[in-house]
């Protein structure tokens, strides 16, 4: 099977627009790639790195709070302190109508897809009052901009980012016998070592051994990262010596950052790495059970290319597995809302004019209920990928719920149901939804039929 618009605009992208064009060929695709993104400036979303003052200065009357709260100025340190919450909660919580915005009117729906992509191979969790919201500044940071470099460009962003340090309790990771570790009251953490090798790399089947993971973890060790300071590499942290992962040598008595980035660049470029990528880049692209010439190419293109991302992809979109089994991806619930949004033609203005109990009614406490809250992955393996784990009992009930409810809330006047068919699924409408259309008895009805049919929820 060859190029498809719809099915390149459903499945490599965020779905049917009625007020956007279908991509009509793969190099029209990567091109748009190596054009500037406008989104980013149409809808910004704060870097970490520009958020992290406000963090400092929460984090201030935080511990200005807790000293003096048996105090004679207790409430006027709690009335700053929810004050400073208040303005620094307020402006993350604008990153998930930014974001939904992006995917709503992006011409390049292909970039949407990959940044959740990459975004979700590279997982993190705010942990604490002050990073809860701040996973969207992360990506921002730490994904989008390297989306059409190289893998290892994008995994040294990634894992070495304060997000990923705090979320896998790097920057509490000592080494044994650093100077902080001699005194023996903290110890190794070997959570990013693991996952580094597990999720970020090699892949949970390839061969490793628990020395591996132990040489890695004390190499990453003095990594860390200060509110006031930003990312710093704490030398009083660091394992002194070489390190020996898979048979090479990494470190030295005294180093940096520089032994870490060539661990890293040398993990990326491993044979194991490539077969991991193409695996779940097929995985998430096109089934759960990928086409086996599929996942060889795209493996064989990281190997030959050392990780340059436009390669794989442009592989990806060419190769004829890419475009068969149709149907056989569910879409997880942020791409599902996304979809009907966009296929709805949802204007940027009435979402951000919506105000924060009506983005939890209509969006947030939905998606949550669909099993995908926004920024909170269940673990450092992210979301799942197969269909099965998505329509439950449960998720489907609140697919179905808000398909047939928050159209309607949202919107003023819905389109025709036969209309919004074609415009929603073009060629990939079936008889029986046709008439489900046709027969609906009210538009809120017949669009939400559309929505929550098996036809749109699949890709």
Do not use: C
């Not at 919450?85 to 990959?114: C, H, K, Y």
């Not at 046709?434 to 559309?450: M, N, T």
């Amino acid at each position: 099977m060859t190029f498809d618009p719809t099915i390149a605009a459903i499945r490599f992208g965020e779905g049917l627009s009625p007020e956007l064009g279908k991509p009509q060929s793969v190099g029209a695709m990567l091109q748009l790639l190596n054009e500037d993104d406008v989104v980013t400036r149409s809808f910004p979303i704060p870097t970490f790195s520009s958020i992290r003052p406000e963090m400092y200065e929460v984090a201030r009357h935080q511990r200005a709070y807790r000293k003096g709260r048996d105090g004679a100025n207790a409430d006027q340190l709690q009335r700053e302190l929810k004050r400073a919450r208040r303005l620094f909660n307020g402006r993350l919580m604008q990153s998930f109508p930014a974001t939904l915005s992006r995917s709503i009117v992006s011409p390049d729906g292909f970039r949407e897809r990959l940044v959740r992509f990459w975004a979700d191979h590279f997982t993190v969790v705010g942990k604490t009052s002050l990073t809860r919201l701040a996973v969207p500044s992360y990506i921002e940071e730490a994904i989008r901009p390297q989306l059409t470099g190289h893998f290892e460009d994008l995994l040294i962003s990634a894992v070495t980012h304060p997000m990923m340090l705090a979320y896998l309790d790097q920057v509490n990771s000592v080494g044994p016998n650093s100077k902080v570790g001699q005194r023996g009251d903290r110890g190794l953490n070997e959570n990013l070592a693991r996952e580094l090798l597990e999720l970020h790399t090699l892949g949970v089947d390839a061969v490793y051994s628990q020395v591996d993971v132990r040489e890695l973890a004390e190499l990453l060790t003095g990594l860390s990262f200060r509110l006031n300071k930003g990312p710093v590499f704490r030398q009083d942290f660091a394992e002194p010596g070489v390190e020996v992962i898979l048979g090479e040598e990494f470190g030295a008595d005294l180093r940096e950052r520089e032994p870490i980035h060539e661990a890293l660049r040398f993990l990326a470029r491993r044979e194991e790495t490539a077969n991991h990528i193409a695996r779940k880049l097929a995985v998430h692209f096109t089934s759960d059970e990928p086409d086996a010439a599929l996942v060889s190419d795209l493996a064989s293109v990281f190997r030959e290319t050392r990780g340059h991302l436009p390669s794989i992809y442009q592989a990806l979109l060419e190769h004829p597995a890419s475009w068969r089994s149709y149907g056989s991806k569910v879409k997880p619930p942020f791409d599902y809302v996304v979809s009907s949004l966009r296929a709805l033609s949802l204007r940027s203005a009435t979402l951000h004019q919506l105000k924060r109990k009506k983005l939890q009614a209509l969006f947030l406490s939905p998606l949550a209920s669909m099993g995908q809250p926004w920024s909170q992955s269940p673990g450092p393996d992210g979301w799942p990928e197969s269909g099965a784990a998505w329509i439950t009992p449960q998720g489907l009930a609140a697919r179905l719920q808000w398909a047939m409810s928050a159209p309607s809330a949202i919107f003023r006047g819905l389109p025709d149901p036969r209309v919004f068919l074609e415009t929603t699924l073009g060629p990939q409408v079936t008889t029986a939804l046709s008439f489900a259309a046709k027969a609906a008895e009210s538009r809120r009805e017949g669009v939400g039929l559309i929505l929550a049919s098996n036809a749109f929820q699949r890709r």
